[in-house]
C-alpha cells in the first residue's frame, strides 16, 4: 500500500494528512505535523470522497451557443479554439480585451504561472482573483500598519499562550474546527476568550465573554475599547513612543467614544464594552500565569465577519490600533493577526495573480519590480502591462464597452461567490468567449464556451501556504483519470500558441522560478525548495515570528492611523427593515462545488436563522418557507428559528446559489472588498 503524506483540499490550516492506496485512497492522520497533529474536520476526514464520482470531467467540452449542447473534443482542439478566441478578442478590443480570473485555492506554482501568463504572455493588465474577497482588507491594513502582509505573523499555536484571546467575526470552530482546541487550551490554562459576532456561534459557545454588534460596528467598538484603556492607563506608553508613529492622532480620534456612545451605534450595552476594555486592560482577574504587575498577553484576531465590509480595511486598522496601544505586537503569545479563509488565502495573493501585484508581492508599478521580474521572464520590462481592475470591478465591466470580451476562469465558481450574483451572471453570459477549467461542471462552467477538466488536490504536486505563512508541500498522492490535465498544463498549453515566452509544467521547476521571481520581494520565498519543506514540515517564509524588533517599514516603526466609524452602506429601512448577514455552515465549504458532491457531508440546502422575536412578528416557524430579499434579489429557504442571533438580524450560509444574489457590491476603497456581511433586508413568509 502506497502512502503519501499530503495536506487537506480546504481551509487555510492546510491540515496535514496522510493517502493511503492509488485508486480509492483512504486518508488517515498524520500526527507529527505541527499544524493539527493528527486533527482534522469531517471535511478533511472525507476528503476522498469525490474520487470516482460521475460528476467528475474527464474530457474537454465546448458549448454550442445555438443549441446549448455540449460536445467533448480533444485537448488540442479545445486549447486551439481558446487561442483563436483570445487573438480575435485583442484583435478587436487589444490586450485589455482578455482578462483572467484566478483563485485563493490554487498552489503557489499555479497562481504564479496565472500570472506570467497574463502579463507576459497575454499582454493582459486584466487579472484579479476571488482572495480580493476574503483577505484583500485585512492585507491592505497589515501593509499600512505594519509595511508587510502576512496574515497571522507567529504560529497559531501560539494563541495559547495569550491571557485574552479577542476573535473578531470568527466562527473558527465551525470554519477550522481543528484550531479550536487551541481556545481550549487558552481557557485550561486561566486565559480568557472574547468573540465578537452578532451570532452565538459555536465558537461563541467557546468563550468567556460574547459581544453581539450590530452587523457593521466592529470598528465603533474597537474605538470605544481604545477611548476606555487611554482613559485607565493602560496604554503602553514606552512601546507606542519607541515602536510606532502615529498614536496623538489615534489618541485624539477615540476621545468621543465614550461607552454609552458605542452603545448606541453597536447594540452591546456599555457596561458590557467597559467590562471587555478591563479584560484587556489587565483590570479583572488575572489569569494563572499573569502576575498582578505584569500586562497580560492580549492577542487579537480578525476575520471574514470583520473585514467584508465596504470599511474592512479600516475596521482591521482599529483593531490594529489596540493591540499596538497595549503594546503586544512582536510579543510572544500576543499581538495581532488575520485568520486568513481559503486554503492558499497567503500565497494565493503573493505572487501574481492580483490585478496590482508581481510576484514576491510586489508592486506592479515599482519600476525595480517591474524589471527583476521582466528579467526572470526574459521579457522586455516596458511590455509588462500597468495595474487592472480588481475582482469585482473586473467582473462589472464584462461584455461592456472598453471592458474585456474573453475570460479565462481558474479555481473559482464565480456565479455561487461573487456578491450581486445575478448581475455578474449576466456579465458573464455577455461575454464573446468564457473558458472555465474545472474539476466538476459547476455553476460557472455551465455557463462556458470550453470547459477544460483539470486536475484535484491529490493528483497533483505543488504547494500551498497556510494562514501563518508556513509553505506546505501537497504531494501527488493517486493517478488523475485519463482526459484530465494541469492548470499547469493549460497555462503552457495556452502560452504556447499566444507567444514566445517559455512555461514550465513541473511544478517544482514552477516554484524554482517563482523563487527567484520573489527574490528581494516582501514574500520573499528563494530560500525556500521542495527537500527544505519536506525536512522541515513547512517553511515560514520571513521567518516563524515577525515583528519581535521592527517592523517591515524602513524606519522599522508602525503606523498607527486614525480611522472614523461610518457604517455599513447601506442601512435598514421601512421597505428592508432587517440585517442579512452572510457565511460558512460546518458541513460545506466556499461556494461547495466539491462538498456538495461528497455524500459523507450532509447536504441540507440553504435556510433563513432569524430569532424568535422576529419570527413572531412574521407568524412562522422552523421549516417554514422564507424569501429573504434585497434590493439585488431574492432567494427562498426554510426557517431555523434560533435564539443565537440578534433579533434585528438574518443570517444566510453562502455555500448554495442565492445568497449572493442578494449581497451589496459596495466596495471597501482600499481594499476593493464587497461588502458580503452585512445589507438591508425584508423578510416575508414565502
Known amino acids: 500500500m502506497t502512502e503519501t503524506q499530503t495536506h487537506c483540499p480546504y481551509c487555510s490550516l492546510q491540515c496535514g494528512m496522510r493517502l493511503v492506496g492509488r485508486r480509492a485512497p483512504e486518508v488517515r492522520s498524520w500526527d507529527e505535523f505541527p499544524v493539527n497533529r493528527g486533527a482534522l474536520c469531517r471535511k478533511g476526514w472525507s476528503a476522498a470522497g469525490l474520487y470516482g464520482s460521475r460528476e467528475r470531467l474527464t474530457s474537454p467540452l ?195 467614544w465614550w461607552p454609552e456612545r458605542v452603545e448606541r451605534v453597536t447594540g452591546i450595552e456599555a457596561s458590557e464594552v467597559r467590562a471587555f476594555a478591563a479584560l484587556l486592560a489587565g483590570l479583572e482577574a488575572r489569569s494563572a500565569r499573569t502576575s498582578t504587575t505584569e500586562r497580560p498577553k492580549v492577542m487579537v484576531l480578525t476575520a471574514r465577519g470583520a473585514e467584508q465590509h465596504s470599511t474592512g480595511s479600516d475596521t482591521v486598522l482599529a483593531w490594529i490600533n489596540v493591540a499596538l496601544a497595549l503594546g503586544m505586537v512582536g510579543r510572544r503569545g500576543a499581538g495581532y493577526g488575520c485568520l486568513t479563509g481559503q486554503g492558499n488565502g497567503q500565497g494565493g495573493r503573493e505572487h501574481g495573480q492580483k490585478a496590482d501585484q508581481l510576484p514576491g508581492y510586489r508592486r506592479i508599478d515599482d519600476p525595480e519590480a517591474r524589471a527583476h521580474v521582466a528579467a526572470v521572464w526574459g521579457v522586455d520590462p516596458d511590455a509588462l502591462p500597468g495595474p487592472g481592475r480588481s475582482a469585482y470591478e473586473l ?162 516603526l508602525a503606523r498607527m492611523l486614525a480611522v472614523e466609524h461610518r457604517g455599513a452602506a447601506e442601512q435598514p429601512c421601512e421597505d428592508y427593515p432587517v440585517h442579512l448577514t452572510t457565511g460558512r455552515v460546518l458541513a460545506q465549504y466556499q461556494s461547495g462545488a466539491q462538498t456538495r458532491r461528497v455524500r459523507a457531508l450532509p447536504d441540507e440546502g440553504p435556510f433563513v436563522e432569524l430569532h424568535p422575536l422576529l419570527a413572531g412578528r412574521l407568524g412562522v416557524v422552523t421549516g417554514d418557507p422564507l424569501q429573504v430579499s434585497t434590493r439585488r434579489g431574492a432567494m427562498t429557504a426554510p426557517a431555523r428559528v434560533v435564539p443565537t442571533i440578534r433579533p434585528d438580524t438574518v443570517f444566510v450560509p453562502f455555500h448554495w446559489v442565492g445568497a449572493n444574489r442578494l449581497t451589496n457590491d459596495a466596495l471597501d476603497p482600499a481594499s476593493r472588498m464587497p461588502e458580503f456581511k452585512v445589507c438591508a433586508a425584508q423578510v416575508s413568509h414565502a
Request: aromatic share 6%.
Open 395 to 556: 467582473l462589472d465591466a464584462l461584455g461592456t464597452p472598453g471592458g474585456p470580451s474573453a475570460l479565462l476562469v481558474l479555481g473559482s465558481n464565480i456565479v455561487v461567490s461573487a456578491p450581486r450574483a445575478s448581475h455578474v451572471t449576466a456579465r458573464l453570459e455577455a461575454l464573446d468567449l468564457l473558458v472555465v477549467c474545472d474539476v466538476v461542471m459547476s455553476e460557472t462552467a455551465a455557463l462556458a464556451d470550453v470547459v477544460l477538466p483539470v486536475t484535484q488536490w491529490a493528483e497533483e504536486t505543488g504547494t500551498m501556504t497556510n494562514l501563518e505563512g508556513r509553505v506546505v508541500l501537497r504531494q501527488r498522492a493517486i493517478t488523475p483519470p485519463a482526459g484530465v490535465r494541469s492548470d499547469l498544463d493549460v497555462v503552457a498549453g495556452l502560452a504556447e500558441r499566444l507567444s514566445d515566452v517559455p512555461f514550465s509544467t513541473d511544478p517544482e521547476e514552477v516554484f524554482a522560478e517563482l523563487g527567484r521571481a520573489s527574490a528581494g520581494g516582501a514574500a520573499d520565498y528563494s530560500a525556500i525548495t521542495y527537500d527544505r519543506i519536506r525536512d522541515e514540515g513547512g517553511v515560514f517564509w520571513g521567518g516563524e515570528r515577525l515583528f519581535a524588533e521592527s517592523f517591515a517599514h524602513p524606519d522599522g
Open 62 to 256: 465546448v458549448r454550442d451557443r445555438r443549441t446549448g449542447e455540449w460536445a467533448a473534443v480533444t485537448w488540442d482542439d479545445a486549447l486551439d479554439r481558446v487561442a483563436e478566441g483570445i487573438r480575435a478578442a485583442q484583435a478587436r478590443g487589444g490586450p485589455d480585451a482578455v482578462a483572467v480570473f484566478g483563485g485563493g485555492g490554487l498552489t503557489n506554482e499555479k497562481a504564479y504561472s496565472l500570472g506570467k501568463l497574463a502579463r507576459a504572455a497575454l499582454g493582459t493588465s486584466q487579472i484579479d482573483y476571488n482572495g480580493r474577497w476574503c483577505m484583500s482588507s485585512a492585507a491592505s491594513a497589515g501593509i499600512r500598519a505594519f509595511g508587510v502582509d502576512r496574515g497571522l505573523p507567529f504560529p497559531l499555536a501560539d494563541a495559547e499562550e495569550a491571557d485574552v484571546l479577542v476573535l473578531v467575526g470568527s466562527n473558527l470552530a465551525e470554519t477550522m474546527p481543528p484550531a479550536a482546541r487551541h481556545l481550549d487550551r487558552l481557557r485550561e490554562r486561566g486565559g480568557r476568550v472574547v468573540v465578537v459576532d452578532p451570532r452565538r456561534t459555536p465558537t461563541a459557545d467557546r468563550a468567556d465573554l460574547h459581544l453581539q454588534p450590530v452587523p457593521g460596528t466592529d470598528l465603533a467598538l474597537a474605538l470605544g475599547v481604545l477611548h476606555l484603556l487611554v482613559a485607565a492607563g493602560a496604554v503602553d506608553e514606552d512601546y507606542l513612543a519607541a515602536r510606532t508613529v502615529g498614536w496623538a492622532e489615534v489618541r485624539a480620534s477615540v476621545a468621543s
